[in-house]
């Protein structure tokens, strides 16, 4: 966990950018809208994820992952620095919470096949183990060991680190995973903490944004920009590859929320090399973020 010298603990947490192809428009990824009522970000679209329990990082777990020799998730992370049982955990933490609130789970046969849902007594079996591991009724390993299957941390690729800023209620210490969705798998939203969910391509969920029909918090804005250069889903896998990792933790000026790279970014330990070309800055206008440039 990462501060900003005002003690504060943020809780550490992982979201996932799932994708898929679009026959008519190259790729989509999915949002999800968190409820009116929940106390965070609520009725904003959002990437399916949530905080990382102790459960994540349980021992027993190691059992049903499958992994090469080359799986270092610290090294993965960027982190190098963070012990392995913790850099685990935010792997583990995103394909615990994709499954609770979405349904997709990022795992299947020993042999690296994922699991289908086509036939729907597997589905309905899986539903049932979906209800039961929200309510704390399960375990990850128990799910694992009566079906025989294993979990497939190495799908996800590392995109971006977000740390809520200061001035938010709220902190977490947030890694952003980007991830295939597997076939035969459908996402439906769990009706609990989310009230809807969409495909859309980068390009329409800032159209999307900008005429107010969805709500989007800045980190969630920002990225889906930055995805809306990608024309295929292997050109953003391949970029994503030799991407630097580093944690972002926004910094409130005037108007303007600025990222470590701005050259007015002063916050020690998270400032990056200045570079007037890249757009460093976000700013709410009329209700509505835009990025701008450092002038």
Known sequence: MYSTGNKKVFKNAATVILVRPSASAGWKLFLVRRHQKQSFMAGAYVFPGGQVEESDKSPELESYIKKTPDFKPASILQEDDLPEEEALGFFIAVIRETFEEVGILLGGSPSGDFISFHDKDVRAQYNEYRRRLYASEITL?????????LFFPEVLVPYAHWITPDFEKMRFDTRFFLAKLPPEQRPVADATELTDSLWVTPENALQMHRRKEIMLMPPTFKTIEELSVFASIDELFMACAQKEIYPILPQLSGDFILLP???????????????????????????????????
Not at 141 to 149: D, F, V, Y
Not at 270 to 294: F, Q
Request: net charge negative; glycine share 6%; aromatic share 12%.
């Open 141 to 149: 390993s128990e799910i694992a060991r009566e079906e025989g299957i």
């Open 261 to 295: 790279h701005d050259p007015e970014y002063s916050l020690a330990g998270y400032k990056k090399s200045p570079d007037v070309n890249i757009a460093s800055r976000i700013v709410n206008e009329n209700g509505v973020w835009k990025t701008a440039y450092y002038r």
